[in-house]
């Protein structure tokens, strides 16, 4: 069975930084590419990052710059380095594996990302 487990969140204030991390289970990671989503209260989830099984990533533009997402294959981990954050990358954060359309992975509990002052 597929387990994604998201943590590191908290609260920040704006221009702070926060690492995130997310750890497999259940998959061969090394093969799969992985992502970062997040929903903000009221909005449906959206796409933050990818990084391929060889290392090559994609940001949506609203955080291309600040965030930076990375992976271990040895560890079964993957990492989302947040930096310069505002107050409109409040939202919780999850990572899963797309496929095309899809995700291999039931959503998980997520980690909450609040950037006030």
């Known amino acids: 069975q597929v387990q994604l487990v998201e943590s590191g969140g908290g609260l920040v204030q704006p221009g702070g930084s926060l690492r995130l991390s997310c750890a497999a289970s259940?998959?061969?990671?090394?093969?799969?590419?992985m992502a970062w989503y997040r929903q903000a209260p009221g909005k449906q989830r959206e796409l933050v990052a990818t990084?391929?099984?060889?290392?090559?990533?994609n940001y949506a533009d609203s955080v291309k710059g600040r965030f930076t997402i990375s992976r271990d294959n040895a560890k079964n981990m993957m990492y989302l380095q947040m930096n310069g954050l505002k107050p409109e990358d409040t939202a919780v954060y999850y990572c899963?594996?797309?496929?095309?359309?899809?995700?291999?992975?039931?959503w998980g509990q997520g980690t909450q990302v609040t950037v006030s002052s």
């Open positions: 259940g998959i061969i990671f090394s093969i799969h590419t």
């Open positions: 990084v391929t099984s060889g290392g090559s990533t």
């Open positions: 899963n594996a797309p496929v095309g359309s899809v995700v291999i992975a039931s």
